[in-house]
DNA sequence: CCTCTCTAAGTACGGTGTACGTAGAAGTGC
DNA sequence: GCACTTCTACGTACACCGTACTTAGAGAGG
């Protein structure tokens, strides 16, 4: 993972909260440490050099919740069973993550971590672009939790901001504009998600949420109702089932396609 | 939100033994009613002729609980208030909604029944899908909660049945394949959905939220760490705002440029 | 040293989904 | 009419959740 530093060089005087007036030495009573904290983690320090050193990192916060959610789902992750994983108390956790939600950014950022991409672009566009793309849909298969998250909030811890920064260094010889460019990306990482989805619920799912699709798709074509509905999924099942690489791979150059030829 | 398999882990009735098995006329009497019932809510009857006449449809269960979302967000949706808002006992809704997954299906597909659209395509395909897009982003925006929700999880009601049938009705001239036509179907609807999120993140959040957002982004790259990134947003910040309108409607095009112009 | 800030952890509260059991209403077959 | 079956309605109870509040102690800066 080469992920080096997080980016965490100035947050850390985040000017919002003035208490530094040492004079007044009653602050309301209520004001521990973290009253007015930010509400993005990263931009919090992860470590403020002041007490003692935290027991945990967050790298391995993050490797425990997505342990449990690799194994269990995203349902299974929560405060106290990660807390348990890291052998420590429940609430110790919330001096690392202040709100659950941050705990599932680290997790989202770390396994955007894993992608492996190559340190430039070969300048070749579509084939970088095809690149990040497979790389997310690998890391989203191994984690069948990954894409729902990634489609819940949009993720902008360092290791998202490296694949911005190659997608948009890839995209750098085309004649878009940086609004385009964005939109564009949060389209190909929209798409890849949703591919992922749509197989993990297509394959994942037991025979016998199968056998009710069957039955009920069975049903609505029979009231007759839907004749073009019929007829697709008529046609669709009579060809060849196309693996899903290969239908990745066809609806991926679409939306390149769409990418790289508009001229604005 | 999409959970692999909780599989709630009640351990009195070792649930791996499927008790449907008509001759045995004694399950261990620990089987009310609904014990092997499908998964899937559209494939319940909403009235099953015996006994006496459900005191609420379906229709006012939805309406119900988008009157709570609406007013304060998905999460504000619990089983307790919906019933309490139509004034019903809290486990009453239980005859209506096995789970509360099917209580946010029934939710979904009311919103999409919203959608106004012709009773048949003009025969203008670009059109059309274009029409249907925008229907669909008109209701996304009345109901803050539903791109979020049908990017979760894939909807079959009635209502969604007839945008599909539009749809596939739509492209009926063109070359498209069953499977391709299947796949553009739910890219086009990802592409909506993701583009209502992110306008309801942009725009829906506090000043708050936006102030640490800029402080943040402001932080990276003032590293200079990510010198595209930072280009990318000076010049995304220095063109004109191009509003959302118009920027939905540029990838849109994008979008459906790529459709129209494949041949398989 | 003192002092201040941080970390660690426990306890408790209000909320959640929902399993289970009971009571009664409305259809069906005799 | 009758039983019988199948449904609706609803209260109680449980396990679990996120997290506010509190107390105790560790370690650095003066």
Same mark, same amino acid.
């Given at each position: 993972?080469?992920?080096?530093?997080?980016?965490?060089?100035?947050?850390?005087?985040?000017?919002?909260?003035?208490?530094?007036?040492?004079?007044?030495?009653?602050?309301?009573?209520?004001?521990?440490?973290?009253?007015?904290?930010?509400?993005?983690?990263? &931009?919090?320090? $992860?470590? +403020? /050099?002041?007490?003692?050193?935290?027991?945990?990192?967050? =790298?391995?916060? !993050?490797? #425990? @919740?997505?342990?449990?959610?690799?194994?269990?789902?995203?349902?299974?992750?929560?405060?106290?069973?990660?807390?348990?994983?890291?052998?420590?108390?429940?609430?110790?956790?919330?001096?690392?993550?202040?709100?659950?939600?941050?705990?599932?950014?680290?997790?989202?950022?770390?396994?955007?971590?894993?992608?492996? &991409?190559?340190? $430039?672009? +070969? /300048?070749?566009?579509?084939?970088?672009?095809?690149?990040? =793309?497979?790389? !997310?849909? #690998? @890391?989203?298969?191994?984690?069948?939790?990954?894409?729902?998250?990634?489609?819940?909030?949009?993720?902008?811890?360092?290791?998202?901001?490296?694949?911005?920064?190659?997608?948009?260094?890839?995209?750098?010889?085309?004649?878009?504009?940086?609004?385009?460019?964005?939109?564009?990306?949060?389209?190909?990482?929209?798409?890849?998600?949703?591919?992922?989805?749509?197989?993990?619920?297509?394959?994942?799912?037991? =025979?016998?949420?199968?056998?009710?699709?069957?039955?009920?798709?069975?049903?609505?074509?029979?009231?007759?109702?839907?004749?073009?509905?019929?007829?697709?999924?008529?046609?669709?099942?009579?060809?060849?089932?196309?693996?899903?690489?290969?239908?990745?791979?066809?609806?991926?150059?679409?939306?390149?396609?769409?990418?790289?030829?508009?001229?604005?």
């Amino acid at each position: 993972m080469p992920s080096g530093r997080p980016a965490s060089d100035k947050p850390a005087s985040d000017g919002t909260q003035p208490d530094r007036t040492p004079p007044d030495r009653t602050p309301p009573a209520k004001t521990p440490s973290a009253r007015g904290a930010p509400g993005m983690i990263w &931009l919090r320090p $992860e470590r +403020s /050099g002041r007490g003692p050193e935290p027991a945990h990192s967050r =790298a391995a916060i !993050a490797a #425990a @919740a997505i342990a449990l959610a690799d194994a269990d789902g995203l349902d299974a992750v929560s405060m106290r069973k990660v807390a348990a994983a890291l052998g420590a108390g429940t609430m110790s956790l919330y001096n690392y993550v202040p709100k659950k939600e941050h705990l599932f950014d680290l997790m989202l950022d770390a396994a955007v971590g894993e992608f492996v &991409l190559p340190a $430039e672009p +070969s /300048g070749e566009a579509r084939a970088d672009l095809a690149r990040f =793309a497979g790389e !997310a849909l #690998a @890391a989203m298969r191994r984690h069948p939790w990954m894409a729902g998250l990634a489609l819940s909030r949009p993720s902008m811890g360092p290791n998202a901001l490296r694949c911005t920064e190659f997608f948009l260094r890839a995209l750098a010889g085309t004649p878009l504009g940086g609004g385009a460019k964005m939109e564009m990306f949060a389209q190909l990482n929209g798409f890849v998600c949703q591919f992922a989805e749509f197989e993990r619920n297509a394959g994942g799912a037991t =025979a016998e949420w199968h056998a009710e699709l069957v039955t009920y798709l069975g049903g609505v074509i029979a009231t007759g109702r839907y004749p073009y509905l019929a007829a697709t999924l008529a046609d669709s099942a009579g060809s060849a089932p196309l693996d899903a690489d290969r239908a990745f791979e066809r609806s991926l150059n679409r939306l390149l396609s769409a990418f790289l030829t508009a001229r604005e």
